[in-house]
């Protein structure tokens, strides 16, 4: 069957994941990795909470001040989470341009947090004045659905959301566990490589090459 949708994951496909120079970033703030373990999926504890919406910013920033013995800033934590972001290849942001031409909806499926949302959402996204959703038609975050990826609620949230045919559909997320819960939905898949270029192996699977 044709794809007629595509859902994106953001770290290591929309945008190269930096996971070092976020830890570096937030141990310059006193964060160390024993206060706040970053992995390069899946969060746990503080961070997770916030991903998962359990939390909000404010409460997300007093708990590392409180553990850190520091009293940072807002800005000071959002410097620190935009460690993650490695760059936004230009190719990506062609083929959003081009398959929306084509008439493919493109959404965003991500475990993200406020922080860099308020970045992807701004005119700092791509460097020329446009935010990600200048390129997608609607973005799923998990701290607003209150749900992580591999739960499978959250993938069958978004099919039920946009009356989306898994068969018809391509779910491109570089995290192993999040292509075997949407392959387990009926979804297509494809897993790129964080730092590496997918958009011709997506062009094939489309049959638009």
Request: hydrophobic share 35%.
């Given at each position: ?31 160390v ?39 940072h800033?807002h ?22 341009r ?8 493109q ?96 062009l ?6």
């Amino acid at each position: 069957m044709k794809i007629k949708t595509i859902i994106y994951d953001y770290g290591g496909v929309i945008m190269t994941s930096h996971q070092e120079e976020a830890v570096r970033r937030f141990s310059k703030l006193g964060i160390v990795p024993e206060l706040m373990p970053l992995d390069k999926y899946n969060q746990q504890g503080v961070f997770q909470a916030l991903e998962e919406g359990n939390i909000t910013i404010d409460e997300f920033r007093d708990e590392l001040n409180r553990r850190c013995g520091r009293n940072h800033s807002h800005d000071d934590y959002r410097w620190a989470c935009l460690g993650y972001v490695g760059n936004i290849p230009k190719r990506n942001l062609q083929l959003f341009r081009l398959l929306r031409k084509k008439g493919y909806r493109q959404l965003l499926l991500s475990n993200t947090n406020p922080y860099m949302m308020s970045w992807a959402m701004s005119p700092e996204f791509d460097g020329e004045g446009r935010a990600l959703s200048d390129y997608l038609d609607t973005c799923y975050c998990s701290y607003e659905l209150r749900m992580l990826k591999p739960n499978p609620a959250i993938f069958q949230y978004v099919i039920d959301h946009e009356q989306i045919t898994p068969e018809t559909t391509l779910f491109v997320d570089d995290n192993g566990s999040n292509i075997r819960v949407a392959r387990n939905l009926g979804l297509q898949t494809l897993q790129p490589i964080n730092g590496e270029d997918w958009t011709i192996d997506l062009l094939s699977l489309l049959g638009e090459r």
